[in-house]
């Protein structure tokens, strides 16, 4: 086995990112050109997104899309940047924690030091046991382990996204997966859809890992989730949609005008585009 001591620097430097005095904001692309976009503006560190790398395939989010083109997409979005890059691998492309080992060695070789790890079953959509979930996590921490990669684990729980059981008792179970995950191997704990300022606050200060959320409408600003705890927030598919959103008004206006107004409008000129590896 071979490993790279620039990739295990990496994993070390995007640990650091989630203990510093900041918080850690993680934007997410889907390629290579959105990857150079978000570096250029002075992120410490990119995210991959499931959703957004999905439909550039050509494919839908949910585990749907083959992991050879998983890893083959994250390892070019690895080489157009000099930042740490952590890859969403979803629930890990497996059906038993054996499987999640060899996706994260897999990812590892692709060039990541992180990823986020569901504990969705797809395509069901639903939790796996709380049991067999840690298994996953533990399996993902062993495989970082024999590549000699120090990968930063976020362990995500889907309780409020799949809004399992009752609304009083979600905190609750949040609580207990984390807990598990953490023992299991986690780095971090990733809840996403939690906006209200006193959920987040009984998250980060019951969780003995650092917190990640969601940036979603409702939030509290920056500072206000920083003084509450949470160390990290990830941009999600949000940049993605919002980019699909403005191409969708553009082509509307392609297709319904009389001329091409949409050329007077800002635009990267040709030979700044960033794509490519660095």
Known sequence: MTTSTTQAERA???RA??????????PNAWDPMTAKIFAAAGFAAIATTSAGVAEALGSNDGEHTPLDLIVAATGRI??????PVTADIEAGFGATAHDVGETVRRIIGAGAVG??????????ERLYELSEAARRVTAARRAAEAE??????????????????????????????????????AS????PMVADNATIAELAAQIAAPLNVLARPGLPP???????GVRRVSLGSSAMRATLAYLRALAADVRDSPGFGFLDRPATPYPSIPSGAN
């Not at 990112?17 to 993680?26: I, K, M, S, T």
């Not at 990823?115 to 069901?124: A, F, K, Q, R, T």
């Not at 008792?169 to 207990?176: C, G, I, M």
């Open 12 to 14: 070390q430097r995007f």
């Open 17 to 26: 990112l989630h203990d510093g005095a900041e918080l850690l904001l993680l």
């Open 78 to 83: 690895v080489a157009a940047v000099d930042v």
């Open 115 to 124: 990823i986020n790890l569901e504990d969705v079953i797809y395509p069901d």
């Open 148 to 185: 000699g990669i120090p990968l930063y684990i976020n362990a995500r729980t889907d309780v409020f996204l799949l809004r399992v059981g009752e609304p009083g008792d979600r905190l609750a179970e949040s609580l207990r997966r984390a807990a598990a995950f953490i023992d299991a191997g």
């Open 188 to 191: 971090g704990i990733f809840v």
């Open 222 to 228: 920056r500072a206000e989730l920083r003084r509450l």
